[in-house]
């Protein structure tokens, strides 16, 4: 069993105060669900930075195992009761992060099931074990989904939620039920509410891998190195400037920053809480492939179709409340810095020269499925970690 065991990767650089726990303070371990996936990734290796001990429990069907770069990996499912119960027996877990969520607009309307079954019910298990070894915080990964259609922009938190399609429903629902365990049982969660998560590791280690690719920066960027023949604009008859969608672009790394101050409050005694967390600044999809075809030094192919069902015109976030109750300042919020960081990823992992026949995920964890941490391997290598949290 080859783990990837507490690379302690406190590297240097960011003058972030939160970059290191203080000194003489134990380190945490934090059970991060979806942590092989690509937001779950880079906060894993945040956390690891920072001090904390990860503890990822991913299935690996949409997280690779390569983006695990510290921690514990624990390959299995978030439905799995009792993989969920050996994990909070052996570890003495502190809080929980959860990013395994389905997250496309276009497949919750054709299958919502799935979106219930496991955006719903599975965190339902998930927060009843919880509740069962008492570890009582969380930071859920929520999305600027749950408001629907824009009554008014910028977007804050008093905005009226209203979701048009079964995954922005997935996630105002899991709030709603995060308030009823609050109050039934003491559980404290702080609700992150992204807009368009993108960009990269600026470090160059991670980065988005979906398959299939939905998002639109990945999608131009393949379309700009060839890995794409054309990129798909769905809809130019928005009620927009240059009518396409408008979207608030976030870098990743911010979303990281803002769940690590989001964990220190938490532990630090705060009470629950719901954040959204943008840039504040709307791009048209024609903004983003201006931007990135002065990246790249060269135009990108594009195609018309009608639009997706499910697609608001505009969402732009109101951050305020996150920056005067978290401290959280954006380090990354210009949009040609966000594509910058994503065409390096695009460049150094996809590139023809790089790699001719790029591997899946799906293939690519097939080749160490020997390798896979069982949950009887956890167990007998943390025989002997105190339970305090």
């Known amino acids: 069993m080859q ?4 690379q302690e990767r406190l590297m240097q650089g960011g003058s972030m105060q939160t970059d290191t ?49 510290s921690g514990h990996l624990i390959v299995g499912e978030m439905a799995d009761r009792a993989a969920l119960e050996t994990i909070f027996q052996a570890f003495p ?10 997250i496309e607009v276009g497949e919750s309307l054709a299958a919502p099931g799935k979106y219930y079954e496991n955006n719903i019910g599975n965190t339902i298990g998930l927060l009843n074990a919880m509740v069962r070894h008492k570890v009582l915080r969380l930071i859920f990964s929520s999305s600027a989904a749950i408001f629907g259609n824009p009554v008014y922009i910028p977007i804050d938190e008093y905005h009226p939620a209203a979701p048009i399609n079964p995954y922005g429903y997935s996630k105002l629902v899991v709030e709603q039920m995060l308030a009823d365990f609050e109050r039934a049982y003491g559980l404290r969660a702080i609700c992150l509410r992204y807009f ?21 920066i990945p999608l131009i960027l393949q379309a700009a190195s060839g890995r794409r023949p054309a ?15 408008v979207r608030d672009y976030v870098h990743v790394q911010d979303l990281c ?3 690590l101050l989001a964990l220190q409050a938490l532990l630090a005694g705060a009470g629950s809480a719901r954040y959204n967390l943008g840039n504040g600044n709307g791009y048209s999809i024609v903004d983003v492939i201006k931007t990135a075809e002065q990246l790249c030094g060269h135009g990108i192919a594009q195609r018309q179709a009608p639009r997706r069902a499910g697609d608001p015109a505009i969402l732009i976030a109101d951050s305020t409340l996150a920056k005067k109750q978290l401290h959280w300042t954006p380090r990354f919020g ?9 065409w390096q990823w695009e460049q150094n992992h996809f590139s023809a ?22 949950l009887a391997d956890t167990l007998a290598a943390n025989d002997d970690l105190a339970k305090d949290r």
Request: proline share 6%.
């Open 3 to 6: 783990e990837r065991l507490m």
């Open 21 to 69: 726990m203080q000194a003489g303070t134990t380190p945490r371990h934090i059970l991060v669900v979806g942590g092989a996936g690509y937001i779950g990734s880079h906060m894993v290796k945040r956390l690891a930075r920072a001090g904390y001990l990860p503890v990822i429990l991913d299935n690996l069907t949409q997280g690779r195992r390569s983006a695990v770069l």
């Open 93 to 102: 877990i502190a809080a929980v992060m959860h990013f395994a969520s389905h």
């Open 196 to 216: 368009n998560a993108a960009g990269a590791d600026p470090e160059g280690e991670l980065g988005e891998c979906h398959d299939p690719e939905t998002h639109l």
């Open 231 to 245: 990129l798909t604009i769905y809809g130019s008859d928005y009620e927009t400037p240059d009518g396409t969608c």
């Open 257 to 259: 920053d803002a769940h």
């Open 334 to 342: 210009d949009i040609a810095t966000i594509v910058k960081h994503a």
């Open 353 to 374: 020269a790089a790699m001719p026949a790029p591997v899946l995920p799906a293939e690519n964890d097939k080749q160490d499925d020997k390798q896979r941490t069982t």
